[in-house]
């Protein structure tokens, strides 16, 4: 690619980087889906009898909006067939989906309004970790059962016993990369570069660390950068002095690309590993895909697996949007699946479907009881409401992701 198109395509991506806290206005209120209803409503977020309304909360428009819509997406292709196999006991699921640009103070003001005004029974999202913190901590005095596809930030699930998730979280896949680097890549010395302003990306590098530490492989270089940078050419030249066995990218795959494109230019011949934020890399229009060759990341799912139940999902999936969908898309649809399992749980087990206290504790408690085959694996959950499961290691080669292995 000629030098004048990468730096183009740099100055492009720069206007989009994905960071879990958007740069949006947020005393602005959040923008409802114009399609959020998968099951009728009166327009003014009231279920139409014989429905029950269940809240979304996700980034549509703004920096990950790539993410909060594939999560949609996936939410709303699981209600659609669990409607049409007859719902809960006959009652349709109706979803109130809120637009919160990725923004924590538009996703509070969803929260509140799909709380108070929308008398929804429960909640799935926020997406990304920063905005799910807020929404996390006030969702303890309510008691509302919430659940995100992929808020992977461990504190999200600490500040009460109603908030579960459906992704690993950043100790699980920064740990899990770190002993991968070790005993399956036979790395011996490991360089990380990270987004200092940035929850996830800081917690990943800390997780990576400490398991780097414990396995006995060395950090000769962890260099930092502020979440606006597009040019990191000075923390890639000390890290080059270095020459590590393997280089830690733990950021969306937006800055992924432009530090791995910059990495290869500078001659670096580390063996790249990325995280579950690093899928997607693959979409980037334009970009010269061969700097992935050979990076490894963590993921939640693989487009390959050969289940019905996988190449169920991925038929309908580009039947209904016409693409294929990506492991955010199967985060959503098992979010959506374990959350209307507990739901009909709950009235199987003789509780009135309600906004009430006790119907909300009831559903915490099917949630706590989840035994489920999902897309991404089979889930229950441990005492902190976070999945117990394997994650699936993927290695880019020749423009494609290919799977490794449950690791």
Do not use: W
């Amino acid at each position: 690619m000629k030098k004048s198109r990468i730096f183009a395509l740099v100055l492009a991506l720069a206007l989009c980087l994905t960071t879990l806290v958007a740069c949006g206005n947020g005393n602005q209120a959040p923008s409802a889906d114009p399609n959020a209803s998968v099951a009728p409503s009166d327009g003014n977020g009231t279920a139409t009898e014989g429905t029950i309304k269940v809240g979304v909360i996700t980034p549509l428009t703004g920096d990950v909006a790539v993410y909060g819509t594939a999560v949609n997406n996936g939410i709303k292709l699981y209600t659609e067939q669990f409607n049409k196999a007859g719902g809960i006991n006959g009652k349709e699921v109706q979803l109130v989906i809120y637009d919160d640009k990725g923004d924590a103070t538009e996703s509070l003001n969803a929260y509140n309004k799909l709380v108070t005004s929308d008398q929804v029974v429960a909640i799935i999202g926020p997406v990304t970790s920063s905005p799910t913190f807020g929404v996390a901590q006030k969702s303890v005095a309510d008691n509302m059962p919430c659940i995100t596809a992929s808020a992977t930030h461990p504190d999200v699930t600490k500040y009460g016993s109603n908030f579960f998730r459906t992704c690993f979280e950043d100790p699980f896949q920064g740990g899990k990369m770190a002993s991968y680097a070790k005993e399956k890549l036979g790395a011996s010395t490991a360089a990380i570069i990270y987004n200092t302003s940035d929850a996830y990306s800081t917690g990943l590098m800390e997780a990576f660390t400490a398991k780097a530490q414990e396995a006995g492989l060395s950090i000769v270089a962890t260099e930092g950068y502020a979440k606006d940078d597009v040019d990191f050419n000075a923390q890639l030249t000390n890290i080059a002095t270095k020459n590590p066995d393997v280089l830690f990218i733990p950021d969306y795959y937006n800055k992924a690309y432009l530090i791995c494109s910059q990495a290869k230019q500078l001659g670096i011949k580390s063996t790249f590993l990325g995280v579950d934020g690093t899928d997607g890399v693959l979409t980037i229009e334009g970009a010269d895909t061969s700097v992935f060759d050979g990076m490894y990341y963590p993921n939640h799912y693989y487009s390959g697996d050969t289940s019905e139940k996988v190449q169920s999902f991925q038929t309908a999936y580009k039947a209904a949007y016409n693409q294929d969908p990506n492991s955010f898309s199967a985060l959503g649809y098992d979010s959506a699946q374990i959350m209307f399992s507990a739901i009909k749980a709950t009235e199987d087990g003789g509780q009135t479907i309600d906004t009430s206290a006790e119907c909300r504790q009831t559903i915490i408690d099917s949630l706590k009881a989840t035994d489920l085959d999902c897309l991404t694996g089979h889930i229950t959950f441990d005492e902190n409401n976070n999945p117990i499961k394997e994650c699936t290691i993927i290695k880019i080669q020749g423009g494609k992701d290919e799977y490794v292995e449950k690791y």
